[in-house]
Structures are given as structure tokens and as C-alpha cells.
């Protein structure tokens, strides 16, 4: 039988065999990157796609977030602790010092202050948010102003599209999941166990625009 001090000695091998593992992988892709960056440039002659995208760099303490054009020049510095692309002129991005999440425009300004423990990117106009402690049921969707359109009762939102976005909330039956409308309204009782569809990208049966699954059955939902 293995004692309990063993036991802790086998933990902390595996974990730090993890983080080497984390290590490695992430000093893969930046080799990848900077290999690829120029086999794309003179294969395409455009090199990365229009606009900014995310990138890195490492530092004492762990990592900057900065956003680099298609020719790989920084176009704002990295800092921030974290970085989302760019979305219907916006991105989402962690601020070292408050460590919450705002949103920048192209030039690196703060159009939204940071003050949500966790945002998403704009789809239609909206994003999802947290209020507070992320994966509890304070979150809603916000505007490119930074306002509340909906209420905060969600535990996760997805992005919406055509209109519509999969939304879950907790019940004292577990989690359930419906769907919102872009006006806010509920289209879809937040009453299933799951719920897939079109903004997901899967086929959709018979004349609903969602399956859904409740106590192990499938049905069909029209919205």
C-alpha cells in the first residue's frame, strides 16, 4: 500500500511533469509561428489574415498580450494579461491590475473599463459577461457600450446567432439550458437537460430549429 507521504511525493512529480509538458507546448508554438509567419508571406504575398490578432511575450512574471498586424509588427504593446481577438471592432482583454476583463478598440483604448471577471467577443452587437464570480448565475449579455441588455442571471451564454443564443441557468433540478432571443426575450423555456442547433452548426430534424434532450428524450423545437 502506498503511504500517504508517497502519495504526495507521486502528486508533485506529476504536476511538475505537467507544467514542463505546458512549457514545452507553448515554446512549440511560438517556434511555430515564427517559422510560419514568413512561409505564409511568401507563399500568399499577404501573409496573415487583415487586422489584429493576439500575440505574447514572455516576461519574468509570465506573459504580455499585445496584438500584432498581418506583418507581425506589434500595432499595440503587450500588456495585458490576456487577449481575445477582435470582434465587430472590439476585443476583450485582461487588465494586469484590476484583473478584470474590458474591451479595446484597434487603437488600444478602453472603449468598456474593465469591471467583468470574465467577457466573451461581440456577436450582433452583444456579448456575454460576468457581473461576479465567473460560472455563477451573474451573467448577461452586454452592448458595445458596455451596458447591461439583459439581466444577469445566467450561469454561461453563448454567442448569438441569427438572432438567437443557447443560454444556462442553474435550477434546484441541476443546470437547464433554453434559448434567448436578440431582443432579450426567452424563446425556449430554460427547463432542458441540453440543448443543440443551428448556431451550433448541427443539422436541425423535422421543422424546429433546435433539438433539445429532457429526462432522456429528444424533441424538436420550433422558435
Avoid at 21 to 38: F, Y
Avoid at 133 to 139: A, S
Wanted: with cysteine; aromatic share 12%.
Amino acid at each position: 500500500m502506498m503511504s500517504a507521504g508517497s502519495s504526495k511525493i507521486t502528486m508533485i512529480k506529476e504536476s511538475i511533469s505537467k507544467m514542463k509538458k505546458r512549457i514545452v507546448c507553448s515554446i512549440a508554438a511560438v517556434l511555430i509561428l515564427a517559422i510560419s509567419l514568413p512561409l505564409m508571406t511568401a507563399c500568399s504575398g499577404s501573409g496573415m489574415p487583415e487586422g489584429l490578432h493576439p500575440m505574447y511575450e514572455k516576461t519574468s512574471s509570465g506573459a504580455e498580450w499585445g496584438y500584432i498586424d498581418k506583418s507581425g509588427e506589434y500595432v499595440i504593446d503587450p500588456q495585458f494579461s490576456d487577449a481575445m481577438e477582435f470582434s465587430e471592432g472590439l476585443a476583450a482583454v485582461l487588465d494586469p491590475e484590476s484583473e478584470l476583463w474590458g474591451y479595446i478598440d484597434e487603437s488600444g483604448s478602453y472603449v468598456i473599463e474593465p469591471q467583468f471577471s470574465q467577457a466573451e467577443s461581440f456577436h450582433e452587437g452583444l456579448a456575454f459577461a460576468y457581473y461576479g464570480p465567473w460560472n455563477e448565475d451573474n451573467g448577461g449579455y452586454i452592448d458595445t457600450s458596455g451596458e447591461w441588455y439583459t439581466e444577469t442571471e445566467f450561469t454561461w451564454g453563448q454567442t448569438f446567432k441569427d438572432g438567437y443564443a443557447i443560454v444556462e441557468k442553474s435550477t434546484d433540478d441541476g443546470r437547464k439550458y433554453g434559448v434567448i432571443k436578440r431582443n432579450g426575450e426567452i424563446a425556449v423555456p430554460l427547463e432542458y437537460d441540453n440543448i443543440m442547433g443551428t448556431i451550433y452548426g448541427e443539422p436541425v430534424t423535422v421543422n424546429g430549429n433546435f433539438i433539445a434532450k429532457k429526462d432522456t428524450i429528444d424533441e424538436s423545437l420550433g422558435v
